[in-house]
C-alpha cells in the first residue's frame, strides 16, 4: 500500500473515530471551574515542513484554534451550539497554509458553554504528511500545557475581564511558562456521537461594524444609543483609564490596564442591544470612552450538522 492510501485510510478511520465517539481522548485544565476561559497551547517539533496537516478541535463549549498565533477562523462564537448545550462538537480545519519549517505551535482559547463543569473540554487531533510522503497524527494529552485566561464567564450570562492580565504571546512558542500547568487526560470509552461541522459553516459572523446615533450623560454614566436593535456585542476604546479601573458595559464587566487607547468587548457570549448603559467605579469618568462600537453578529445561513 503506497503511503498516500496509507494516509487516506488514517484520515477516514481517525474521523471516524471522532464521529462516533470511541476512546476520546479529552484533556482539561486541573484546577476545573465553572467560568474560567482556559488557554491551551503546544508546540510541535519536526523535521521540515509538513506539506499538508489538519486539525479536528472537538468541544463541548466554544474555542478560538490558532496555529503559529494566527487565528485559524474568520468566524466567532466557534462552534455553532444551541443555548444549554454542551455534546461535543468537532470541526477539522486545514492548517497547511500556517504552518513553518520547524515548530508549530497549535493553541486553543476555549471557554465553557455556559457556567457549569464538563471535564470534557477539548479534544485535539493534529496530522498530515511530511514532503517524503511519511503520515504523523498525534493527540492532545499530558504534554499540552494550559492556563486560566484573563476572562471568565458571569452567571448572568456576560463575561469578566481582566485586562491587567492580558497576554499577547499566550499561544506563540516562547510564550512565558509561570503559571501554566500540564493539563489532566480524561478518557472517555462512551459511544456517544459527536456532531461534526464544515469549516464554513462552523458558528456566526460579524456582518457590520458601526457607531452610536447618540449618547446621552447621566451623572457619572453614559447610555448609549445605536438606533435599531441589534444581536451581538459592543465594542469600547478607553483612554486614560486607570490600572485596576473598573468599569461595566451592558453585562460585560472590565477591569481596566492602564494602556493607551485599551479596546474591550465580549469574545463567547452574544446578547441584544439597542441603549447601552456604560458605568464603573468612582475613577470612572465619560470623557475616557473615545468609541462605542455596534459589532452585529449574524449566523450562518449555510450551516449543517453531520452525525
Known sequence: MSRW???????VSWQGAVAQGFGTQWICDPALDDTSQ???RHTYVSRGRPVQAFVTVESTGSFDLFVNQRNVSTRVLIPCRRSFDDRPIAITYDISRFLQRDSNTIAVWYSPAWPH?????????????????????FKAGEDWLCCKSNRSLTRAGGERVDGRRKCQKWNAVDAPIVGWMTTNVILHDDSAFVAMQRTVNEAAKVCKIRRQRYFDLVGDSVYYDFG???????RITLRGAKVGERISI???????NGEIDEQVCRKFTITNHRCVLICGDSDFRPAQIQKAEAIEIVPDQRRSYFY
Open 5 to 11: 492510501a496509507m494516509f487516506l485510510l488514517l484520515v
Open 228 to 234: 435599531r436593535p441589534f444581536r451581538g456585542w459592543v
Open 38 to 40: 482556559v488557554w491551551f
Open 117 to 137: 463543569r464538563n471535564t470534557r473540554q477539548l479534544a485535539v487531533s493534529y496530522y498530515g504528511w511530511m514532503a517524503d510522503g511519511t503520515p504523523f497524527a
Open 250 to 256: 451592558d453585562g460585560l464587566e472590565y477591569v481596566c
